[in-house]
């Protein structure tokens, strides 16, 4: 069997959800670090990989890539716990990846990636406050279905859980007060809790285990 690549910018919280996922389900793969803040996702190269320019990319054998991490998180969990089997479980695991694509991650990652990757926040202060509310729009969203559920789909932990967690729980470097949502707090630590968890830049370890399979 082909070691699964995973072609990753280690600060991305769209390529944290395939690590995660891949390490909680035990599954050895080579992560390849692509520097997107120096232009290696505009390569000849890497656009023959993936047209849209963006990471995570997983080569699954040679020459076969999925973009796309959401997909990329489908794909991997068909067939197993983290995406239920029931028809109407697996739409809703669906409802909210694709609201954490459109209504979440271009307000909560972007402000991150703007005032702690790029360290640029006052350079973009403007387009940063007009994210603010509907950043806090989604997180509402959430904290009002947390109130009421231990995961967000089934009472179990999912991909759907894996998907909002990746840039929820690093909102603040975004700028965004989680202190205002006990219920999300209380989910991170939940999710936190579970089997195999890595932190979001933990590569060392992730070697270690890789190199074990």
Same mark, same amino acid.
């Given at each position: 069997?082909?070691?699964?690549?995973?072609?990753?910018?280690?600060?991305? @919280?769209?390529?944290? !959800?395939?690590?995660?996922?891949?390490? %909680?389900?035990?599954?050895?793969?080579?992560?390849?670090?692509?520097?997107?803040?120096?232009?290696? *996702?505009? =390569?000849?190269?890497?656009?023959? !990989?993936?047209?849209?320019?963006?990471?995570?990319?997983?080569?699954?054998?040679? @020459?076969?890539?999925? $973009?796309?991490?959401? &997909? /990329?998180?489908?794909?991997?969990?068909?067939? *197993?716990?983290?995406?239920?089997?029931? +028809?109407?479980?697996?739409? %809703?695991?669906?409802? #909210?990846?694709?609201?954490? %694509?459109?209504?979440?991650?271009?307000?909560? $990652?972007?402000? +991150?990636? #703007? /005032?702690?990757?790029? @360290?640029?926040?006052?350079?973009?202060?403007?387009?940063?406050? %007009?994210?603010?509310?509907? @950043?806090?729009?989604?997180?509402?969203?959430?904290?009002?279905?947390?109130?009421?559920? =231990?995961?967000?789909?089934?009472?179990?932990?999912?991909? $759907?859980?894996?998907?909002?967690?990746?840039? *929820?729980?690093? &909102?603040?470097?975004?700028?965004?007060?989680? =202190?205002k949502f006990p219920a999300i707090q209380a989910w991170i630590e939940r999710v936190k809790a579970q089997p195999?968890?890595?932190?979001? =830049?933990?590569?060392?370890?992730?070697?270690?285990?890789?190199?074990?399979?």
């Amino acid at each position: 069997m082909e070691t699964l690549k995973l072609y990753d910018f280690l600060p991305s @919280g769209n390529g944290y !959800k395939i690590r995660l996922l891949l390490t %909680q389900m035990g599954m050895p793969f080579e992560r390849i670090e692509i520097n997107i803040l120096k232009g290696e *996702t505009r =390569t000849p190269e890497f656009l023959s !990989k993936n047209p849209n320019g963006k990471i995570p990319v997983l080569e699954i054998e040679p @020459g076969k890539y999925l $973009a796309e991490s959401n &997909a /990329i998180l489908v794909y991997l969990s068909e067939g *197993t716990e983290f995406l239920p089997y029931d +028809r109407f479980l697996r739409a %809703q695991v669906l409802q #909210w990846l694709f609201f954490e %694509q459109y209504s979440h991650e271009p307000y909560i $990652a972007t402000s +991150r990636f #703007w /005032i702690s990757i790029l @360290g640029k926040a006052e350079e973009y202060r403007v387009a940063i406050e %007009q994210k603010r509310e509907p @950043g806090y729009a989604a997180l509402k969203v959430m904290e009002n279905h947390l109130s009421k559920h =231990t995961f967000f789909v089934g009472e179990r932990y999912t991909i $759907a859980d894996i998907a909002l967690f990746a840039y *929820t729980h690093v &909102a603040d470097e975004g700028g965004f007060d989680l =202190t205002k949502f006990p219920a999300i707090q209380a989910w991170i630590e939940r999710v936190k809790a579970q089997p195999s968890y890595i932190s979001i =830049t933990q590569e060392k370890f992730m070697n270690y285990c890789y190199n074990l399979g």
